[in-house]
């Protein structure tokens, strides 16, 4: 079941979602029943070096210290799923990046690396008709209770660095939307910054428009000790257009899910 509201004061919204927003003047939202912190991850989206490199149809490296966005998003969305708390550690243990690894292969469909490269192509009008498909998509499956994977497109296509740029695509887990004024303020999880409560994605209905909570923007440097609080640099990604990553956890992955030791 999914949860609707349409007020003109505060309602008590706290014992349903620790992450949720605080209202303000009459619009509607929506959000996912259920989902909040005890699922989260609450490390960032930084990883050590590893000797192991997974490859995705034997031709796309992934490689955990350079990010596992998708792999984290998935993963978030994998322990809501079967009800399972996320392990609460300050960073992931080798069977925890392990899992959060084949969650990263998993989200890396044939759609989604299409994608990924056909929409660093796209024109600015393009962009927008991708926006509004995808909304319509991620409204969907927020209305029948399901956090959904949206691929942000962060970069547009230079000769020279065309197959480089696709990585420097994210990933985010969007797990509710409100909409005021015909604007749609989508409320996700970002793996690079977990703990905080505040970003936003946000658009005009027909996909125009679209613009994001500064923190969203933000990226950090890839220090040699992952454990330490990342440094953030001054230079902001763009995101031009988004699209819905339909994936699911194959049962291969599923395999190595870790569970906290109570709930075994």
């Known amino acids: 079941m999914t949860q609707q509201i349409t007020h003109s004061k505060t309602p008590s919204i706290a014992a349903a979602h620790p992450l949720f927003w605080a209202q303000s003047s009459a619009h509607t939202h929506k959000f996912v029943k259920g989902f909040g912190e ?31 966005c998708g792999g984290m998003s998935l993963a978030v969305k994998t322990y809501f799923t079967y009800n399972k708390f996320a392990p609460g550690v300050p960073y992931p243990n080798d069977e925890l990046l392990e899992f959060i690894a084949r969650c990263q292969l998993d989200t890396l469909t044939f759609s989604a690396l299409f994608n990924y490269f056909a929409y660093m192509l796209t024109s600015q009008e393009k962009d927008r008709q991708i926006v509004k498909k995808a909304w ?6 927020i209305d029948q209770n399901n956090p959904i994977i949206v691929g942000l497109i962060c970069e547009k296509a230079r000769c020279f660095k065309f197959f480089p740029g696709v990585f420097k695509h994210h990933q985010i887990l969007v797990y509710g939307y409100e909409i005021e004024n015909g604007t749609v303020y989508l409320r996700l999880y970002d793996p690079k910054h977990p703990t905080e409560k505040n970003i936003k994605l946000f658009f005009k209905e027909d996909g125009s428009c679209l613009g994001c909570t500064d923190m969203l923007k933000r990226l950090y440097r890839q220090e040699d000790d992952f454990t330490k609080e990342p440094q953030l640099l001054p230079q902001k990604r763009t995101i031009y257009t988004f699209f819905c990553v339909h994936c699911e956890v194959s049962k291969e992955t599923l395999q190595h899910l870790p569970i906290q030791e109570d709930e075994k």
Do not use: A, D, H, M
């Not at 319509?136 to 499956?141: A, D, F, G, R, V």
């Open 136 to 141: 319509l998509e991620i409204k969907e499956s």
């Open 38 to 68: 005890q699922y989260i991850f609450k490390f960032p989206n930084r990883f050590k070096k590893s000797s192991r490199t997974y490859w995705r149809f034997c031709c796309i490296p992934v490689i955990p210290e350079k990010g596992l």
